[in-house]
């Protein structure tokens, strides 16, 4: 077919050297603009079937689609022209430039980071234009050739090159394998946010394991050439992420046991807050004021946990008012019980109750005890929404609340006889 079309270009009037190029680059402006309606047409059925790639991807699936039809139309367009040809190398360059960004937009769907992105690009537009233009052998040669000696080893940018293009894409898989495999263990049925939050960790770390392998695979790296020193390093890595190893295995035992799931209401020392999720190392916990306590997972293996929310989410709040000595009583509780009744966050069953507790030096002591269903809205809001209510509820019924008062006698003057 390529000598076919040399043939066709020559009958054409003008230099051939100057018409196939200007072909090539019509016919490459034509494909262009087939794949770009092609996308426009097919992207919004793809998206709709991509809700476990997440919204990031989702929102580049309109050029990941545009430059991939490109890149298959302009591949099956480069056999037309002769590989010696300008037009050939005008056709190359358009592939490489069609893959290159193609390859931008899968790698930023995945969040990563722009280090990664740009020179794997460039890596695979030398590839395609080195292939278009006379091969690739060439310029592996050149590449292969710039090097140092280190022992017995030879470091080539070629092999450089390699190994960092193989750990982006690695990177890359584990990122997309990570996010569809999560994506389908939230939205299978039949098991609990902490058995989903369980499974995800562990498919990770499978996925992590099987890409390491297939890292060491693919870049043909003998193991054994480091049995020397592996038990060394071993050893030392060992002790140096003995923690990081040890956190590790304490937050799964705390997602198999279910003791503390993401959601729950811990106190832990001086921390005071609701779970937001279980970490790798650490167990993040926001408290009421909106900070993010990261707490080892160890700690919360060692030390003593209070969980409010263990086995029931329901929380008793104890508010303690005192009377005055003169007050009607029964008055005073049966208003302490009505404002208690009256705060939207007390439940009503368990009901509110009103304890007399102790006669103090100046007053009556009481405890309004309520029950809330919602711990991570915190406590202290409850216990001001019903004293405000019951401030205003004795200043109606001439309920007095005492303060404490000291009464001072002046000693008698003796005067020496």
């Known amino acids: 077919?390529?000598?076919?079309?040399?043939?066709?270009?020559?009958?054409?009037?003008?230099?051939?050297?100057?018409?196939?190029?200007?072909?090539?680059?019509?016919?490459?402006?034509?494909?262009?603009?087939?794949?770009?309606?092609?996308?426009?047409?097919?992207?919004?059925?793809?998206?709709?079937?991509?809700?476990?790639?997440?919204?990031?991807?989702?929102?580049?699936?309109?050029?990941?689609v545009r430059h991939g039809a490109a890149a298959l139309l302009l591949t099956l367009a480069l056999p037309f022209f002769p590989k010696d040809a300008l037009g050939h190398l005008v056709l190359g360059i358009t592939l490489g430039g069609a893959v290159a960004l193609l390859s931008i937009h899968i790698l930023k769907g995945l969040a990563m980071p722009r280090w990664a992105v740009a020179p794997l690009a460039l890596i695979l537009f030398i590839l395609i234009v080195s292939g278009s233009g006379g091969g690739i052998a060439p310029v592996s040669e050149m590449l292969d050739g710039i090097g140092m000696n280190l022992g017995k080893r030879r470091i080539t940018l070629l092999g450089?090159?390699?190994?960092?293009?193989?750990?982006?894409?690695?990177?890359?898989?584990?990122?997309?394998?990570?996010?569809?495999?999560?994506?389908?263990?939230?939205?299978?049925?039949?098991?609990?946010?902490?058995?989903?939050?369980l499974a995800q960790k562990l498919a990770a770390i499978t996925v992590i394991v099987a890409a390491f392998f297939i890292g060491v695979d693919l870049l043909s790296i003998d193991l054994t050439a480091f049995a020397v020193f592996s038990g060394a390093l071993g050893l030392a890595i060992g002790f140096g992420l003995q923690k990081t190893f040890g956190n590790l295995i304490a937050g799964i035992i705390?997602?198999?046991?279910?003791?503390?799931?993401?959601?729950?209401?811990?106190?832990?020392?001086?921390?005071?807050?609701w779970v937001n999720k279980i970490g790798v190392r650490a167990v993040s916990v926001i408290t009421r004021d909106g900070k993010e306590h990261l707490i080892p997972n160890e700690n919360l293996m060692t030390q003593e946990v209070e969980n409010w929310s263990y086995s029931d989410r329901n929380v008793r709040v104890r508010i303690p008012v005192g009377i005055a000595f003169d007050s009607d009583l029964k008055l005073a509780q049966q208003l302490m019980l009505q404002a208690a009744q009256e705060s939207p966050r007390v439940l009503r069953n368990p009901k509110p109750n009103v304890w007399l507790t102790s006669f103090g030096e100046s007053r009556v002591e009481h405890d309004i005890l309520v029950w809330i269903s919602d711990p991570e809205g915190g406590v202290g809001n409850v216990k001001s929404d019903v004293l405000g209510r019951v401030w205003q509820l004795f200043r109606d019924h001439d309920i007095a609340i005492p303060y404490p008062q000291r009464v001072i006698h002046q000693a008698p003057d003796y005067k020496q006889p």
């Open 1 to 64: 077919m390529g000598p076919a079309l040399s043939d066709l270009i020559t009958l054409l009037p003008g230099d051939p050297d100057i018409v196939q190029p200007l072909i090539a680059l019509a016919l490459s402006i034509l494909l262009y603009a087939a794949a770009w309606g092609f996308a426009r047409l097919a992207a919004v059925r793809i998206r709709r079937r991509l809700p476990p790639l997440g919204d990031a991807m989702a929102g580049h699936v309109r050029a990941i």
């Open 160 to 197: 450089l090159l390699s190994i960092a293009a193989t750990c982006v894409a690695l990177f890359a898989a584990v990122r997309l394998a990570n996010r569809v495999i999560g994506r389908s263990i939230q939205q299978a049925d039949g098991f609990d946010p902490t058995q989903k939050l």
């Open 254 to 273: 705390l997602l198999m046991d279910r003791s503390i799931k993401p959601g729950d209401v811990i106190v832990v020392g001086d921390s005071f807050g």
